[in-house]
């Protein structure tokens, strides 16, 4: 088994991490405290483990964590600025978007990736954007409500 | 005149808002303790067979392996490796004989997961295969394969074991619902409809899969898990290690779903038995595969026929159910009771038999799934009212309307009158749907009354510091549901608080106080009631110090709305507490209820169902589509709306899946859909255009402030009101669900010929 020295800047810092090749992406941050990002179905089909890489969204689950090499990683716990909640969690919080919660940080993330390509979704492209992020809890309604009142600060409850 | 209040009956935010959108929420998966073990599970290839030899050399040889462990491991050290809430029948690991493909046979405890896996692949097990049986009806047969030669031990607890005797071959539990002369009214019936009714195999899919950390501190076991019923699996635990109840801590943080799959012991005995002989904290982590073979729903083959007079009205109901159950006993007896007191519907019967016979089978265990026995039975019981609706010229609405139950009357003889007005519920879900439907929108809906399986015991406690805040202490297990903001919210309004000044612990039987379980929709109710018993005992206790602080009878010393009015002078809270200590100091409350009083009568509330769709079917291809959905919560009194919101939207999807995509496939000895790829949930898609989530208060439950559980009833409908939908669109009723493109297809081409063939 290989082990190699990788550089990624992980929510916003730069890292030089040593990994096994057969180390997946989920595992690495697991392992780094970052627990936030959940391991569900293990076959790219749930979208619990979204995180980003270079701003895209990807299973980490079925991503190694050298493909991560000179890269950008981002996770749940990258989102908030310091005690400032992102719009997007405070809409999660707002639209009670949430129940269990095991789906939230993969949901959250896969969102963040639709408003840093398309600021301005509609429903149905909310829709289409998070087909690959299942939840069993809530759904759905409230979720689409949420990532569009981050979208739109307008929009947002009193 | 309605009380008011000021924090219940607001969408207050949830308090565990900002853990879970931030990721630091923490779940049983995510725990880790230094000197970790890790444990995987080496499952039978086999679906009935008996265990001639286990070779675990290599295995144990194999690097950073600490234990190999077999069930006769468990049995030559003392332990009782059984466990079971009913029927205490299920191994920890498989003792002589395995009874299901996929069953634990064998632990392998190594450093890290990846040398346990490394390892479970050397170990060998030499099987003598048995003949094996999957069906149900098959399992009931004469001469079919018998699962359990010996019977295990009954636990006798009131609550979950009607005591049964005399069980013979596969039948697991058998249920039965009986008054009237049914075979006389039949005899006489101007219209009867019959058929037969099928609902599948389900899997929950909580997204954080079963999972749990065992240690032993000192002798006392402490087990981290997924469990939403902390204290029952305690028990079983307790009895497993011949431990005392205090020496066993339970712990479930955060809870990555439930909706009843993770009610009861799951994995944890094998965490701890492998903690056991290892010495070392060990985490057991499931895949969702092995989830998928852990627990799933009953399924169910319903004959049902339903008498009627030409004016509509109901002269009896016949039912003969069959559930398939699965290896071991688990939730299966109460389940089976539930689908025979659930079946036949909250109507006026004048003759009723339901006979339901849950049924032991070389497959996954069957336990617990959001509704229990309710969905299963409606499908049967709820299309017979539109099929006689068709036959005799009825309005389907009005046909249960002339049939269905008021307030207060009984639809189980001496059980608690129903608590809901379900012919206004049904109004205002026909209303919503636009019924009875115009353009190429089909529509179909449903009714249910579920005796909640909530027995009534449940405490709570209540510190109130010295600066007037306070801590709630709750062993129900917040699982999304939201419990901890609705008890919060309760705590808040007895005593005067802002929610902020209101923290909540849970889950945890070393520390919370005693709580039967968290299922059957009961925590709003039954907890909240003992939420509020100990908001009464902490200010009772205040009054006390109170009256001591200043010296005045106690009498003399009123409540305010956060604190007391004693000569003349309103403190708050915390002046009293500090003055009477000195210094620091709380005062501690602790409520308690139990099946008397308020909650005398079972159960303690009905859970109501009321919920339908209008949709369209794709007449080239079958596929079905959800134009809106709607339901009605009858909550009694909603004390956190947007939350009774997310029960019921929740649970309809929930129930869409099964009604359109969801069943596990057995095909052979083999479960061949064990994975999310294969066994479709709903998504984003599925979402119907239109949701519509009404809301009935009509005060009516015996939870605080009149509230009633939710969260199961939208579910309990849903397939049903589907299936109902369907056959409105194309001229005949699927008596199958999930109602998949293709049944659906083939219920279309078979109607078309029949039409031809008649032509």
Known sequence: MGRREIKVRLNG????????????????????????????????????????????????????????????????????????????????????????????????????????????????AVRHWMEGNLCRCTGYQTIVEAVLDAADPARRLP | MTERHRVAGTSAPRVDGIAKVTGAARYAIDLSVPGMAHVIVVRSTRAHARIKRIERDAAAASPGVLRVITGDDLLAAGLTPYYGHVVADHPVVAIGKVRYHGEPVVLVVAESRREAAEAADLVEIEYEELPSVTDASEALAPGAPILHEERGARVGDEGMDGGEAGLAGNVCSFAQVEWGDVDEAFKRAPVVVEGEYRF??????????????????????????????????????????GLTLARVRVIAPYVGGGYGTKSYTKVEGMAAMAAYFTGRPVKLDCSVEEAMLTTRSDSAFIRARSAFTRDGMLLARDFEIVMNSGAYTDNSPLVNQKAANRCFGPYKIPALRVRSTSTFTNTV???????????????????????????LGIDAVELRLRNILGPGEELLPGKRGLDADLKEDLRSLASSLGWPGAGPGSVGLGVSASDAGAYPTSTAAVRIHSDGSVTLFTGSTELGQGSRTVLSQVAAEELGLTLENVAIVGGDTGVVTYERTTG???????????????CKDARRRVRELAAQVFGVPVASVEDTVAGVRVNGQELGYGAVIERWFGVGGEVLGHGAVRK????????????????????????????????????VGDVGFAINPALVHGQDAGASMMGLGAALHEELIYEGEQLVNSNVVDYRVPRFS???????????????????????????????????????????????????????PERVWRLMRSAEAATKHRG
């Open chain 2, 200 to 241: 599948p195999m389900l899997y929950g899919y909580a997204m954080e899969p079963y999972n749990a950390l065992a240690f032993f501190d000192q002798g006392d076991l402490v087990v981290y898990s997924s469990a939403q019923h902390v204290y029952m699996v305690r028990r079983d635990l307790a009895r497993m290690f």
């Open chain 2, 596 to 631: 008397a009083d308020g909650f005398a009568r079972m159960p303690p509330f009905w859970e109501i169902g009321c919920s339908g769709v209008r949709l369209t079917v794709d007449r080239e291809t079958g596929v079905v589509e959800i134009e809106k959905l709607a339901t």
């Open chain 1, 13 to 124: 810092t730069d890292r030089r991490l040593e990994v096994e090749d057969q180390v997946l992406l989920i595992e690495l941050v697991r392992s780094l405290g970052l627990v936030g990002t959940k391991l569900s179905c293990d076959t790219e089909v749930c979208g619990a483990c979204t995180v980003l890489l270079d701003g895209r969204p990807v299973s980490s689950c079925t991503t190694l964590a050298i493909e991560a090499d000179g890269r950008t990683v981002e996770t749940i716990e990258g989102l908030a600025d310091g005690t400032r909640l992102h719009p997007l969690q405070q809409a999660f919080i707002d639209r009670f978007a949430f129940q269990c919660g095991y789906c939230t940080p993969g949901m959250i993330m896969a969102a963040k990736a639709l408003l840093d390509e398309r600021p301005d979704p509609d429903a149905a």
């Open chain 2, 365 to 391: 265990p069957a336990s617990s799934l959001r509704g229990f026995g309710a969905p299963q039975g409606n499908i049967a019981g709820e299309l017979q009212m539109d099929e006689a609706a068709l036959r």
């Open chain 2, 520 to 534: 059957a929709s009961r925590t709003t109710t039954v907890t909240g009631r003992a939420v509020q018993e100990a």
């Open chain 2, 686 to 740: 599925d979402l119907p255009k239109d949701v519509d989530l009404i809301l009935a208060e009509r005060r009516d439950g015996a939870g605080p402030y009149g509230a009633k559980g939710s969260g199961e009833g939208a579910s309990n409908t849903i397939g049903g009101a589907v299936a109902s939908a369907i056959g409105r669109a194309i001229g005949v009723f699927p008596h199958q669900l999930p109602a998949t």
